[in-house]
């Protein structure tokens, strides 16, 4: 599994402070990774609050094997991997698995942007806004649009949630994120795909005034997850991207 989401987490020395019991290293790890553990293992079990029960026994799990983690992958790649076969075993033993290898209902007619949005020819009915011309107040760095993307994150179907956290927030690559949510690379592709239209269109409505904020995205009960600059400036790297790269359905 190639690398992925925070280097700093991997460095030799943090991980001794781990392996030594070092408080602070741990709290340091809990509170950049929490949030993103609870939304993907929510998006296998389908509760949220199980969720957070499956994350909190996995943290005690790795707080007990971190002396057995060998760097083989990276420590965030190894974390949602012991998530995520936690929450399949909660999941298959409450008999509420969501399948994620499959396209969400209806999600294979969905477009990212719908057709009407063009001309006969191709472009643009009504050019979309420019997200850097915007005022700064709204720009994706800044806190409350932030939260708002993260709020539409939260609404998203099963698969589209665990995909867009694993490679949009986590940075995970596409081999990794089929890797551990044990999906094919078309499925993989199509839900990030979907995902982005989705979250696009709420914050494009919502910028035009034409479409109220989306509810405030549950906070977890264990320590604030982090998303940290790094996740800003995913998110908003495909936010900037001209919507005609993400057109094609």
Not at 17 to 25: C, E, P, S, T
Not at 116 to 131: I, M, S, V, Y
């Amino acid at each position: 599994m190639t690398q992925a989401g925070d280097g700093e987490f991997d460095r030799p020395d943090f991980l001794a402070k781990l392996r030594a019991g070092d408080g602070a290293a741990y709290r340091r790890l809990i509170r950049r990774f929490h949030g993103s553990l609870v939304g993907t293992a929510s998006a296998i079990i389908g509760s949220r609050a199980q969720a957070e029960e499956v994350v909190q026994d996995a943290w005690l799990a790795v707080f007990a094997g971190i002396g057995r983690f060998e760097g083989r992958s990276s420590l965030a790649g190894w974390l949602f991997a012991i998530v995520l076969n936690r929450a399949r075993t909660r999941a298959s033993r409450e008999g509420r698995l969501v399948a994620l290898p499959a396209l969400d209902p209806g999600e294979a007619a969905e477009r990212a942007v719908p057709l009407d949005r063009f001309q006969p020819d191709g472009h643009w009915t009504e050019a979309p806004k420019l997200w850097d011309e915007l005022d700064p107040e709204r720009m994706v760095a800044g806190r409350q649009l932030w939260q708002h993307v993260q709020a539409a994150i939260e609404t998203l179907p099963a698969g589209q949630k665990a995909v867009i956290i694993l490679r949009d927030i986590e940075a995970h690559s596409a081999e990794d994120a089929c890797a551990l949510l044990e999906i094919s690379p078309e499925n993989q592709r199509v839900l990030l795909h979907r995902a982005r239209g989705r979250v696009r269109r709420t914050i494009e409505l919502l910028l035009d005034g034409t479409a109220p904020a989306p509810a405030a995205a549950p906070r977890p009960a264990a320590p604030k997850p982090a998303g940290g600059g790094g996740a800003v400036t995913r998110l908003a790297a495909w936010l900037l991207v001209p919507w005609r790269a993400v057109c094609a359905a």
